[in-house]
Every structure is written in structure tokens, then in C-alpha cells.
């Protein structure tokens, strides 16, 4: 059993023996026990070291205050009165302490002061009609004595109230019950001590009750410094659903007692001056009613903050502050009643998933807050700011100044974001819509077209409603609802593969995995089409998974047989998981293709709209797979986006170079500018691939310049596996 125990029961046992054997309190073993009390209570605070330091100091002073003064008159022979003025500090101290406690854990507020200031006076006005007054008016009392009874009285008043107030704001505990409990019995047993002053007409009288009671003050704090959790004990607050204060029914209570009690003590008791007697209530009531109608008022604009609050949070985004969907159709509704043009913009925000999902929820919060500052600063005061929902915003601003504005924030949207200490690059679509339409639904509809419109061409960029972008949205909404269904049923997707070849021997050296897809009506979509649409609506992750096993699974027999390898183009969403590098992995375990014959190809696009930190990941991810044999390949190189830091900083062994540079390459301009790329490769250890060759004389430059490796319709188109198959067998040679 813990030794707090031990001495709370052993303390209380000895008090109560010490309270039988002296009564006043002045015995030898009252005082060793008061004293013991002290002693433990120094020391536990020395080595508990509770917090808030200063407020258990004080309150601590305020028992040896007391203990001080109850030992000098006790083994000082004739000792005057004056030696137990230590009596009264121990009120002030006592107090502070509960004050330092009440202010740390909840701080004082206007309410919570007018709160304790009704709870106060209504007391107030209880110990004047039934203790001071009869005290300060009974015939042949000292001055200095009524002074030193009231003085106990009005401390005692104050004491109850910090009393309430640290116990409605403390967590409770059992060494916050021991602090509350051990001022309370002092505030207790002091008000007895009155009573029975009053009582005994002036006569001081210590019973066994007020000795047991000042023993059992000091015991109980003791305990409470004593216990094992008093270090923080006292730094935790209760848990409140608002700062409501006293209810409306204990201010009217409170009102009415102190006139009530005063009227009826007035008819009760016979030969009371009633003038005398009234003063004092009067005051005591007077400033009762102000502070009631102070708490009042408080309470009436708290409850008007409250209701505008809420109005405020029905109408507005919680996390961004910008009007929410309700507000916003409201006021879109409320333009279209005035028959006047109205200008929109839907905005969304591109790559915003990609950074949710990687960086956590508070770091998607933290950017969409980031926007909502740049939107705000860019719409400027006449617009209205929206937030519809995830990541997409909507204005609604003068139609004059539409195109201005939307311009301003795809810029302001692009630059770079500060979140979870990272820089994160996103960007924005944006679409615009101006006119008259006949219902917000119509509005809407024709600003999230021409937002769709402006993903299709690319993203980071705003695009303006016109009829014809309606029909384009009908056959994107078709195409997305069939991609989603052929996902789901296993069907419409095929793979053809298109050989790469060497331009001295056109002998095929690998393969680049194509997907297809054909619509339920047989009709073949275009891969430019159809992968940005999975893209935007979540499947490019499931599809690029089952094309990498489809690739690496028909690969596996033209490996062993011809020892060509295969290219399967990556997304940026796969490259962005963390588990890719498992996943290649285990695609090579199950289909026995070995890590040599697979090259992982990418683009450049993918890297330039990644973070740096992004893209640090994404090189430590490849640089695992190269371990493995697996070559990387970066595609469309110098369409726009090149950079050479990522040929110096990425895990390359493949440079894939753009059409662009080749349909052109017979001309004497572009033929320098494609053999310094080639250049550019080899001084890098890379292995430069032409693409889109189509005529023999580009195929013939590709030769001159030492660009061995080359794909296009002038070797072969791509093939299904089948045809592949054959293809490989007969290794047809084009005559170039």
C-alpha cells in the first residue's frame, strides 16, 4: 500500500485521538500532529515538486501561518491575542494559491467574474442578516474583536467562492479532492468558529470540532502533496462545452433571497432599527441587480455571437472560411433573378490527390488553405469565393473582368506550395462560363464542360464554354462510363507491341508494350484519348498494373527465344507509390521474366510536375529496380520539358528521343541539333532510341549519326502477340 495511505489513515486516526484528549487543541499530541502534518508536507512538496509551484507554496504558507500561531499561544505562558494574528494570513495565502490554480487552468473571463461576483453577494447578504449583524450590533463586544470576526467571515466568503471555482474547473482526481477538501474544512471550520462566537455572545470559543477541523486541514493538504500524481495533478481542466456560467433561474434565485430573508428577519426578530439593518442588504442587493443585468446583456450577445456563428458556419467552408455550396448557389440564384449576365469560374486543382494521398490529410488541408489566400488575393472584393467540395472552388465575378481574373489564377495557382515543409508544385483547370442561362443547374453544367475541356488539353490552364465543347463532354462522360466498365468486366483492353530495331541489321533488339482499347461497339479509341480520361477518373494505377503483367508475360517466350527485352511505359501515379518497386519485383517472380529483359520507360512530364522531394523518391525507387537488372528509359525526351538535371540526377540507361527531333532530320539544322543529343547520351552512358521513323532516309541519318536503336512504321507497326510472334520468327528484313 502506497505510504500517502498510510499516513492519511494514521494522521486521521491520531487527530481524532488528539481532539478527545484536548479540546481546545492546545495538548501536547494536538500540536506534535499539527506539526508532524507541516513536517510531511515540506518535505513531499520538496520532493514532488507539484505544479503549479507557487500556488502549493502559497497555500502551504497559509497552514504554517496558522500551525505558527496556534504554537505560540500554546506554550507561550500568558500569551496576548495578538500572537494568533497569524490566524488571519493564512486566508489571504490560502486564496492566492486557489486563484494562481483556478487562473492556469481556465483563464478568468467578463463572465466567469460576473459569475462568481452574484455567487458572492448573494452569500453576501446571508452572512449579514444571520452573523453580522447581530454580531456587530450585540452590546459590549471589543471593536478589535467584531473587526477580527468579520474579517474571518468576508476571507471565508471569498475562500468558498475560489472554492467553486477551481472545482468547476479542475479535472477531478483524488489530489484535487484532497486540495478542495482541505480548503474547505478550513473555510468550514472557521464559519463554525463564527457561529459559535456569535453563539457564545462574544465569548472565543474552541471546541473539539474546530480543533479536529484546523487538524484536518493541514492533514489533507499534507496527503495531497503526498500522492504520487500531485506533480500535474492540478494542471489539467475539466472539460467544458462552453463557458455558459450561472443558469438564468440561480441569478432570479439569487435576486430574491437576500430582500426575501431580509423582510422576513425584519418581522421575526423584535427591536432591530430597520434602517440600520436595511443599509447594508440594500447595497448588497443594489449591486446584486447590476451585476444581474450585466451577466444578462453578456449572456444575450454571447447567445447573438453564437446564433451569427452558426449562421456563419451554415453558409461557409469549415476549413477555408469561403462561402460552401448552399451560399454559393444561393447567391448564383440570386444573380440570375436580376436577368443580368453573370460570370463563373470552376476551378480544380490538378495533382491535388496525388499530394493527399502521399502527404497525409493535414498536409492537403494545409494547401487547400495556401489556395484559398491566393484565390482570395487574385478575385479580388467583388467576387465570391466558393469552395463546392475535396478540391474544387468556384467564383462568381463580373463577366467584364472573367478572363482577367482566370489567367491571373492559373499563374497565381502554379507556383510553388510550401506544405509539411516540402515544395509541392500543383497546378490549376479552370473553367469559364459567361451569360444568361435559365438555372444555376444550366450554369454549372456549361463551367464544369469547359473545365473538362481544359484537363483534356493538357491541365494548367483555363478554358472558355462554347456550344461545341457540350458534345465533347457527352463522349467524354461515354468513354469514362466504358473504361470504368471494362475494368470492371476484364474486356475491351489489348496489348500490341511495336518493335525496336537495329537501323544497321533492322533485326529486332526489344519491344515497347502499347495498350489498346476498343468500345463495346468495336470502335478503337486512341491511347492520347483514352489514358488521360483513366487518369482523371482513378484507373491508370489498375490499368498500368495489368499491362505491366500482361507485358512481362507474353515477353517471357520471345526472351528465351530471341533474347529481346520489352519497354512498358509508366504512369506518374505508379511511380508515386511506395510499393512500385515490390510490385515490379513481383511481376518478374510470376511470370520468370528476368530483370535484364525489362525496361521501365517514363516521361518527362511525369518528373516536371513532381516536387523535388517527390523526385528524389522516385530515384530511389528506380535505383532499387536497376539493382535487379531493370532498365529505365526516359520517353519523349526534348518535347518541351527537358531538363538535364534529371539525366544527371535519375537512374537512366535509356534515352528515347521525341519525334519531333526526326521527322525533320534530313534538313542540315536539325540533323546538328539531333547528332548533339546523341552526343549528349553517349557522354552519359546512355542509349539513345529514335522514335517515329517513317522514311529510309531519316533511317539512313540515324546510321550516319550512330543512332543504333529506332522504332516506326518504316520497321514495323505495332502488333498483337500473335503477330508479334510470327513476326519474330521470320525476322523480316525491310529494305531500306
Known sequence: MRIWLWFLGGAAALAAVAALISPSGKGVLNLASLLGCV?????????????????????????????????????????????????????????????????????????????????????????????????????????????????????DLVTIALLLRLALAVRRGTVAGLVLASAGVMAGTDAFYVFKY???????????????????????????????????????????????????????????????????????????????????????????????????????????????????????????????RELFRSSLQEDLDTHREIGLLIIDLDGFKDVNDTLGHPAGDELLLTASERLRATAGPASLLARLGGDEFAVICPPETLDEIAAALVRELALPYRVAGREQRISASIGVYSGHPVTTGEALQSADIALY????????????????????????TLLADQLRAAVEAGTGFAMHYQPVVDVHTTRVTAVEALLRFTTPEGTPVSPAVFVPVAEEIGLIGRLGAWVLEQACTDAKAWHDEHGISVTVNVSGRQLRNPAFADEVLAVLKRTGLPGAALVLEITETVLVTASLEETAEVSRRLARLRAFGIRIAIDDFGTGYSSLAYLRTLPLDVLKIDRAFVHRIEEQQDKALFRAVVELARSMYLSPVAEGVETPGQAAVLRELGCALAQGFLFARPLPAPALAEFLDAQTAVTV
Open 453 to 476: 475541356a481544359a484537363k483534356e488539353a493538357g491541365r494548367n490552364r483555363a478554358v472558355r464554354y462554347h456550344p461545341a465543347l457540350r458534345e465533347a463532354h457527352v463522349a467524354h
Open 39 to 155: 513536517v510531511v508536507a515540506a518535505v513531499a512538496l520538496c520532493r514532488r515538486r507539484p505544479e503549479p509551484r507557487a500556488a502549493w507554496w502559497l497555500m502551504f504558507a497559509g497552514i504554517v501561518a496558522s500551525a505558527t500561531s496556534t504554537l505560540l499561544l500554546s506554550v507561550v505562558p500568558g500569551a496576548p491575542e495578538e500572537l494568533g494574528a497569524g490566524y488571519f494570513f493564512c486566508y489571504p495565502l490560502t486564496a492566492a494559491g486557489l486563484w494562481l490554480i483556478a487562473r492556469r487552468l481556465r483563464p478568468w473571463s467578463s463572465t466567469r467574474i460576473l459569475d462568481a461576483s452574484i455567487i458572492l453577494l448573494g452569500i453576501a447578504q446571508l452572512t449579514w442578516i444571520f452573523v453580522l449583524y447581530p454580531l456587530l450590533h450585540r452590546s459590549g463586544l471589543k471593536p478589535l474583536d467584531a473587526f477580527g470576526v468579520s474579517l474571518i467571515a468576508v476571507s
Open 198 to 324: 456569535v453563539a457564545g455572545r462574544g465569548t472565543i470559543v474552541t471546541s473539539s470540532f474546530s480543533a479536529v477541523g484546523w487538524l484536518t486541514w493541514a492533514l489533507l493538504f499534507a496527503a495531497a502533496a503526498l500522492h504520487p500524481d500531485a506533480r500535474h495533478a492540478l494542471l489539467h481542466a475539466r472539460k467544458s462545452r462552453g463557458d455558459y456560467g450561472t443558469p438564468i433561474a440561480g441569478f432570479i434565485a439569487l435576486a430574491l433571497l437576500g430582500p426575501g430573508l431580509l423582510v422576513a428577519d425584519l418581522v421575526l426578530r423584535r427591536g432591530v432599527d430597520p434602517w440600520r439593518h436595511a443599509l447594508v442588504p440594500a447595497v448588497l442587493t443594489g449591486a446584486l441587480m447590476v451585476s444581474m443585468v450585466l451577466r444578462l446583456g453578456r449572456a444575450l450577445r454571447d447567445r447573438v455571437q453564437l446564433q451569427q456563428e452558426l449562421a456563419f458556419r451554415a453558409q461557409h467552408d469549415v476549413l477555408t472560411g469561403l462561402a460552401n
